[in-house]
């Protein structure tokens, strides 16, 4: 998938791996930070069931202390070796007894049913084709007991200020093979879930939020049903 190879190809290095590991940590990306940091908490603590999460594709471990938080046993997965490196230094260094393993989040080496949570922060808006992303969404159906906690990007909304805001800048918005969040809700019941809700990261014009799934035990290669609960 494009999405991912693109991902790979960027970190073949540790030096690679060592900038785009800190690429939240200063300017405009270190205020994200802190907003995906809050709502992510944020979301946690109202799953008093949830005591395993694995976090895929878990880069350097930037969301360890959130995620292990109130006890919770958290294994990390991502494609790079390299930066799985930089995640277990930081798992030593907050005292913090994560896993870590080299793995693809759309084929994980991981048993059915096995985790609490499954966290995926910042992949799927990579993946513009809807069947690739279905494929991501029925492995995260596959090992999750329970929840499925996703960043999703409503570019949509907003479309044509956004397009318009980035040529001032000299850059081109390219949104093709983007979901609406109507779209994208009914992506993932087609996968087997169903929406708790919708979580914002920052004011209406912010256009990353986080879907709260629960799974559903109907065959996740079902049609989506209309009358599931809409998003708030």
């Not at 709502?39 to 969301?63: H, K, T, Y």
């Not at 993946?127 to 996703?150: C, G, P, Q, S, Y």
């Amino acid at each position: 998938m494009k999405g991912t190879e693109g991902y790979r190809s960027r970190l073949e290095s540790a030096e690679a791996a060592q900038r785009y590991a800190t690429r939240f940590e200063r300017g405009r990306r270190r205020q994200i930070d802190r907003r995906e940091q809050r709502a992510v908490r944020r979301i946690l603590d109202d799953l008093p069931d949830c005591r395993s999460v694995l976090d895929v594709p878990c880069g350097a471990g930037r969301f360890l202390a959130t995620l292990a938080a109130n006890g919770r046993s958290v294994t990390g997965i991502d494609a790079s070796a390299e930066i799985l490196a930089l995640a277990r230094r930081r798992a030593e260094q907050l005292g913090i007894p994560a896993r870590f393993e080299v793995g693809d989040a759309a084929r994980l080496a991981v048993p059915d049913s096995s985790v609490d949570a499954v966290f995926c922060n910042r992949l799927l808006h990579h993946i513009t084709v809807a069947e690739e992303r279905a494929v991501f969404l029925r492995e995260f159906h596959r090992v999750t007991r329970r929840h499925v906690v996703v960043s999703f990007f409503d570019y949509r909304a907003w479309g044509g200020l956004r397009r318009f805001l980035k040529a001032l800048k000299g850059r081109r918005a390219d949104y093709d093979g983007q979901p609406t969040l109507r779209e994208f809700d009914l992506e993932v019941q087609a996968c087997g879930f169903r929406v708790l809700r919708v979580v914002p990261t920052g004011p209406l014009w912010v256009s990353e939020k986080y879907f709260v799934l629960t799974r559903r035990a109907s065959d996740p290669t079902q049609s989506a049903d209309p009358s599931f609960n809409r998003p708030r």
